[in-house]
């Protein structure tokens, strides 16, 4: 309708009192969030320099048209405007380093070593003299040589030998990588965890997805559809160079030979933690899975005062985490694009529930009260502060317990949980 052309984020918006308001909405991506998007009852897509409600951009678009948009109240776009404090390797251990000494200072020792789940990792350049003194303190071990702003596996290797990376010694910024600006760093050098935990002789790790809605006050929310990535190659620490063998990402392995897509090498959440729960008993599980809540929160928490906060952001991140045979978690890395291409059937159709559920958090059409604590697939993890477990009962327990309302790996039952928080699409009302 006509009156609906005036502006998104430009321009003065009144919502239509009567009519249902449809969501204009742009979509920089070709993969499942178009078909999720497009799928979306009353939501219509603008093409080129149309007025927009809700942008789905790449980080490119962001850097180039943020700084020019002004938005209105009720617009929306899926990054914050410098999220690669969190996914840009060198700068996400810069701020976790950071951190872990703040809290070390202001808290004590025991508090800061709840920071203590990064691989110890190097900027090079910039810290090749910090990094060699580390590496000939432990000699013979493995490290990991990663660009810091590539994805997917690209210019990774492994190596023990300082030979192997005397090109970044002085200044490894090679002329094509200067382009952009923030890049000034080139790599960062990482010890290796050599101590995998494997099933049937192969390394995987896990992708977990959360959303963040605001940084001030801290506002996460954690899905309970995730995956594990495996290798198609049994580990051995005998030859490094073997790409397939130590790098799970999909993008590397589904170039290997013997590479099957429907098999895969995927495991959803849901079947991962019945794995381990049936080889290592319960508690030990939920210990794990606790202590991967430590991660999503604190690595939140050690960017928050740093992310430009702007009630017109979210930002759903996939969380790489490796479990070592400790089953201690080690955090990898953050993305801010976490692929949403499919590999699979059943992968394709998790991505589809995820992005779903990431629209019914952000809620365009205003059909949430604010209070809940869970959408879909999705469980608030914290509002600035940790979100306790609907279902406990406190008088039985005494006030003392506290459960954590995640359910990373737990029942996905989102489609009854939807039905009794949404009313129906058709006569939505409006805030």
């Avoid at 995998?196 to 809605?213: A, Q, S, W």
């Avoid at 430009?308 to 790489?320: A, R, S, T």
């Avoid at 070592?324 to 992968?347: F, M």
């Avoid at 317990?401 to 790996?409: D, K, P, R, S, V």
Wanted: charged share 30%; proline share 4%.
């Amino acid at each position: 309708s006509s009156s609906l052309q005036t502006s998104g984020h430009r321009g003065s918006y009144d919502y239509p009192k009567t009519e249902e308001r449809c969501v204009r909405y742009k979509c920089g991506l070709i993969n499942t969030i178009q078909d999720v998007l497009r799928q979306r009852p009353g939501w219509v897509e603008v093409k080129d320099d149309g007025e927009w409600d809700f942008n789905w951009c790449d980080v490119g678009w962001l850097r180039e048209n943020f700084d020019h948009s002004y938005m209105e109240e009720h617009v929306r776009i899926n990054h914050f405007r410098n999220h690669y404090e969190l996914t840009r390797k060198n700068l996400m251990v810069k701020n976790l380093k950071r951190h872990r000494k703040n809290l070390e200072r202001d808290v004590g020792r025991m508090e800061a070593s709840k920071c203590d789940f990064f691989p110890c990792t190097f900027a090079l350049p910039s810290e090749y003299h910090l990094f060699v003194e580390e590496f000939k303190r432990s000699p013979g071990s493995t490290w990991i040589m990663k660009p810091v702003a590539k994805s997917q596996g690209k210019g990774i290797f492994l190596f023990r030998k300082l030979k192997d990376i005397m090109d970044w010694k002085k200044d490894g910024t090679r002329p094509e990588e200067q382009k952009d600006a923030a890049q000034v760093e080139s790599y960062v050098a990482q010890r290796y965890v050599e101590n995998p935990y494997l099933i049937n002789g192969r390394k995987f790790d896990l992708r977990v997805y959360v959303l963040v809605t605001s940084y001030i006050p801290l506002k996460a929310w954690l899905y309970r559809d995730g995956f594990a990535r495996f290798s198609s190659t049994r580990f051995s620490l005998s030859t490094i160079d073997d790409k397939y063998m130590h790098l799970t990402n999909v993008a590397v392995q589904k170039t290997a030979p013997d590479y099957d897509p429907e098999k895969g090498c995927k495991w959803q959440m849901q079947q991962l933690r019945r794995y381990l729960t049936a080889k290592h008993g319960r508690e030990t599980v939920e210990t794990l899975f606790k202590e991967m809540d430590n991660i999503f929160v604190r690595s939140l928490q050690s960017v928050q005062k740093f992310i430009i906060n702007d009630k017109h952001c979210f930002e759903l991140y996939g969380y790489d985490i490796l479990l070592d045979q400790n089953l201690k978690p080690w955090l990898i890395e953050v993305n801010a694009s976490p692929s949403h291409t499919p590999s699979s059937q059943e992968d394709y159709e998790m991505k589809c529930r995820l992005l779903e559920d990431t629209l019914n958090v952000v809620d365009m059409e205003g059909r949430l009260t604010g209070k809940e604590k869970r959408v879909g697939g999705y469980d608030l993890m914290w509002n600035d502060g940790p979100v306790n477990r609907e279902d406990v009962n406190l008088e039985t327990f005494g006030s003392t317990c506290f459960t954590a309302n995640t359910h990373l790996g737990c029942v996905n039952d989102r489609e009854n949980q939807l039905r009794r928080l949404l009313k129906p699409f058709p006569g939505q009302r409006r805030m």
